[in-house]
């Protein structure tokens, strides 16, 4: 099931880019999803995962095959270290994640670190670059799909002994990737189907490659993939208002037409019984989903449920403070504090055991 991570932020393409995505969509003519519309502004579709990541390289004087040099054998001590300093990112960068993960076996706790810490590391690559994002993130992503280690980054060093240790999938790996790389791309949503695309990526695909780690049962991927939107839309709702200051709107633009708003009016923080009525039926859809990927639970090794569960509760609970604040995100930040989450634990532990 899936690990929440923490939301992503807006990435905004800078004049370069924009016009380097202009010449792709001119020069890759056959492709349907790629598109200039009205007035010259960019409008770029999801792709499937290898031909975003194909996008991500025509952006840059990189190629996407990985030549054959590799780093020779980290030591055991230096494999160790690396798995440490995964462990101290993440305490440092997601108090949730690091107190739900504590309930896992200490080799499985391990290595599920390792994987989140890569994923934040990815994230940081575009929104932290000096130069372009793109190019950033184009690097990052040949060392992190090369078969062998080539570099002595500790997350990289810790990513590349847990994808080997347990032989995770590289299409999921690359799905992954791509939904990264949709962030420079895409500044908006036609419609649910394509934010759940999204989701997925970023989200569903961590809760699968975290089920690689811990096993689990026939049938539990369907489970993984609704929680892991569930989770991510929880991630968007939260940061409208952080998203619009950056210029990005994550909200369907169907959806808020339905409910007379539009992207410009998240832009300029329109806070109305409009918004209230549009985040009321984001934030029930979002439960019914936590709902409907709950027995999923069940299908994960014992040792992995009150995690897993503990992780999906105290991330709901983000949906209850947003909702207590009358969908206000763009004044405050909803969250729980650790007393808070820890008091839900009793409850936590008894539905999971009830499974």
Not at 97 to 121: D, K
Not at 145 to 163: E, I
Not at 227 to 241: E, K, P, W, Y
Not at 268 to 294: C, I, K, N
Request: net charge positive.
């Amino acid at each position: 099931m899936y690990v929440p991570l923490p939301a992503r932020p807006a990435r905004l393409c800078v004049p370069a880019q924009v016009q380097r995505l202009k010449e792709s969509c001119l020069s890759l003519n056959s492709s349907p999803s790629l598109a200039l519309g009205a007035h010259g502004t960019l409008t770029v579709q999801p792709l499937p995962a290898e031909e975003q990541l194909a996008l991500l390289f025509h952006l840059t004087d990189l190629a996407p095959l990985v030549g054959s040099d590799e780093w020779p054998p980290h030591p055991p001590q230096a494999t160790a270290e690396a798995y440490l300093e995964c462990e101290r990112l993440i305490r440092r960068h997601s108090k949730s994640f690091y107190f739900s993960s504590q309930f896992l076996a200490p080799e499985t706790r391990r290595a599920v670190r390792a994987l989140y810490a890569f994923c934040r590391i990815t994230d940081d690559t575009v929104d932290m670059a000096k130069g372009d994002p793109a190019r950033a993130l184009a690097a990052w992503v040949l060392q992190a799909r090369a078969t062998g280690l080539m570099s002595h980054d500790p997350v990289l060093v810790a990513w590349h002994d847990t994808r080997t240790r347990y032989n995770l999938s590289a299409r999921l790996v690359d799905e992954l990737l791509a939904g990264v790389a949709m962030d420079l791309t895409i500044s908006r949503y036609t419609s649910f189907a394509d934010l759940w695309l999204y989701c997925y990526r970023v989200a569903s695909v961590v809760g699968l490659l975290v089920m690689g780690i811990t096993g689990h049962a026939p049938g539990a991927e369907p489970y993984a993939i609704k929680l892991g939107v569930a989770l991510q839309l929880t991630n968007i709702l939260r940061d409208v208002g952080e998203d619009a200051a950056r210029g990005r709107v994550y909200l369907p633009q169907d959806e808020l037409e339905r409910f007379g708003l539009s992207a410009d009016d998240i832009l300029a923080g329109v806070y109305d019984e409009r918004f209230r009525a549009l985040m009321r039926f984001q934030v029930e859809r979002t439960h019914r989903l936590y709902d409907e990927s709950w027995a999923g639970i069940a299908l994960l090794p014992q040792e992995s449920r009150f995690a897993i569960g503990a992780a999906a509760r105290v991330y709901r609970g983000i949906l209850d403070k947003l909702t207590a604040n009358r969908y206000d995100a763009y004044t405050s930040r909803a969250h729980l504090r650790l007393r808070e989450k820890v008091a839900r634990m009793p409850r936590i532990w008894w539905d999971v055991r009830k499974l």
